[in-house]
Nanobody, 122 residues
Framework: QVQLVESGGGLVQPGGSLTLSCLAS????????IGWFRQAPGKEREGVSC????????AYLDSVKGRFTISRDNRKNTVYLHMNRLKPEDTAIYYC???????????????WGLGTQVTVSS
């Protein structure tokens, strides 16, 4: 059974940094592309980033380009989301999910983690 567990969320001041981790079990992380999504109160879920399993191709939501970086460590079956220069608008629950591909940021997730809360506030 595929399981994904997010960690690393917390409270951070505007302009600060935070790194989220997505640990997979039940399958090799390299079998699937992995996407990060987020959902803020009162808003639709949106795709944040995606990393391919076939090569080093990555994709980002326009509003996080230049601030967020997605990476993977297949040995550890872990995908990371490095978040820099955080803004209050980044406050949301962040989820990771397996993807069929990274063709679109908001493409459907297949298997999901339960999420980790990121709060950006002074």
């Amino acid at each position: 059974q595929v399981q994904l567990v997010e960690s690393g969320g917390g409270l951070v001041q505007p302009g600060g940094s935070l790194t989220l981790s997505c640990l997979a079990s039940g399958f090799a992380y390299s079998y699937y592309p992995i996407g990060w999504f987020r959902q803020a109160p009162g808003k639709e879920r949106e795709g944040v980033s995606c990393i391919s399993n076939l090569d080093d191709n990555t994709a980002y939501l326009d509003s996080v380009k230049g601030r967020f970086t997605i990476s993977r460590d297949n040995r550890k079956n872990t995908v990371y989301l490095h978040m820099n220069r955080l803004k209050p608008e980044d406050t949301a629950i962040y989820y990771c999910a397996t993807r069929s591909d990274c063709a679109t940021i908001d493409g459907a997730g297949l298997s999901w983690g339960l999420g980790t809360q990121v709060t950006v506030s002074s």
